[in-house]
């Protein structure tokens, strides 16, 4: 199909047949009449395996990734240990970010290594430190996110990509924070690439989801089969998206290029306004000249999102204080959503990563830059601010 949003809106999403309805059903169901034993109507059988409204959405978001095979699960964290579990086996090492999603660490150092997979940690900004950490026969898995969260680097995507197969090892992205919209790992080199469907392809706040998506051209031979490992294991261990979850994420696909637009204009004029001030110390924006990522974020993504992270002159309490008195900006955790939100990441997010290397400044103040009048939201910032 052709542009991006005309698939966001029709792929895996023809008007049923039946009744001509133009958005798909909820399937609310969990099992289906056979016609004779073994005699399955399009292949459905049991909801954990297959059920209609999912498969619209794992059809949709593969065509939006421009992959060969997608998976809709019930959570992100569901989609990551699906990959991890279903790709690897104990004695296999991976490289994971030193700036991550707090969650992703804690699976990672928490489960998977008690499991046997062994990990390191490199800066993702940084593709010879990657190379650094690889271990010959052994490293099966780069896993990287760009932007990252909540301190906003870049990765290089095609050059981690040359990196991990020349290592033969996959390349993972997780693509939460750019969206399918403003950044295509698969095209760039990346064999795999998940969301937590919870953020940006939701964008409404109202579904915890998450999305795997397998390249059609899985660059190392041992994984060639990927796919098929990771639905196995999808149905096997059934951390499955439910048909109600599942339209709710369809739904917000089908507007995810509009808002992403206007989550950047909005995140671009609350900088210039950061920018303005002088108790902001330091601001995290891949979209500045002044961020190292800057001229790969340039390259690699279509605009610069809508997360944007500061830290604040007066340390910890103030930025903590600051954060409690935004009357617009909810104070939460999550991302990605219609409505802004502001968040404290050293004890919010990323509580579970305090003492690793994976700590965050104390001072970091995250945005997740919502649709709202951009007036509104820096009006609201500036009565916080100067209280
Ligand atoms: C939220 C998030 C996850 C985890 O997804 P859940 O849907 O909360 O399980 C993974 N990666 C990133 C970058 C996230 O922001």
């Known amino acids: 199909m052709t542009g991006f949003s005309t698939r966001a809106i029709h792929a895996g999403q023809e008007p049923d047949p039946r009744t001509g309805a133009v958005v798909p059903a909820i399937y609310q169901t969990s099992t289906y009449k056979q016609d004779g034993v073994g005699g399955l109507r399009d292949g459905y059988e049991y909801s954990r395996s297959a059920n209609p409204t999912r498969t619209a959405l794992e059809e949709c978001i593969a065509e939006l990734e421009g992959g060969a095979k997608g998976f809709a699960f019930a959570s992100g964290l569901a989609a ?157 261990m059934g951390a499955v998206a439910g048909p109600m979850d599942s339209w709710l994420v369809l739904r917000g696909l089908k507007t995810l290029a509009v808002r992403m637009e206007r989550h950047c204009d909005n995140a671009e004029k609350v900088v210039d306004y950061l920018r303005s001030r002088s108790d902001v110390t330091h601001i995290h924006y891949p979209g500045l000249d002044s961020h190292p990522g800057h001229d790969i974020a340039a390259r690699q993504m279509r605009r610069f999102g809508g997360m944007v992270s500061f830290q604040l002159a007066g340390g910890e309490q103030h930025a903590v204080d600051v954060i409690g008195r935004t009357k617009i900006w909810t104070l939460g955790e999550s991302l990605g959503g219609v409505e802004s939100l502001i968040e404290h990441p050293g004890r919010m997010t990323h509580a579970s990563v305090v003492g690793t290397e994976l700590e965050v400044p104390a001072d970091l103040i995250r945005l997740s830059v919502g649709i709202e009048d951009a007036d509104d939201l820096i009006a609201d910032l500036a009565q916080a601010l100067d209280a």
Not at 81 to 92: A, E, H, K
Not at 186 to 198: C, E, P, Q, R
């Open 80 to 236: 990551e240990d699906t990959i991890m579990r279903s790709l690897l086996s104990p004695g296999d090492h991976m490289i994971i970010p030193t700036d991550a999603y707090g969650g992703t660490y804690r699976l990672i150092d928490k489960i998977q290594k008690v499991w046997g997979i062994d990990h390191s940690l490199a800066k993702v900004s940084q593709a010879d430190a990657i190379r650094g950490e690889i271990r010959p026969g052994v490293t099966k898995m780069i896993w990287i996110e760009t932007p990252t969260n909540p301190l906003l680097g870049i990765a290089d995507i095609e050059a981690i990509a040359a990196i991990a197969h020349e290592a033969g090892a996959l390349l993972v992205v997780d693509n939460t924070f750019a969206s399918a919209y403003l950044q295509q790992p698969l095209a760039l080199g990346a064999d795999i690439v998940l969301h937590s469907t919870t953020k940006y392809s939701g964008g409404h706040s109202d579904v915890v989801g998450g999305a795997v998506v397998v390249s059609k051209n899985v660059a190392v031979p041992e994984f060639a089969d990927a796919a098929t490992r990771i639905g196995f294991h999808q149905n096997s």
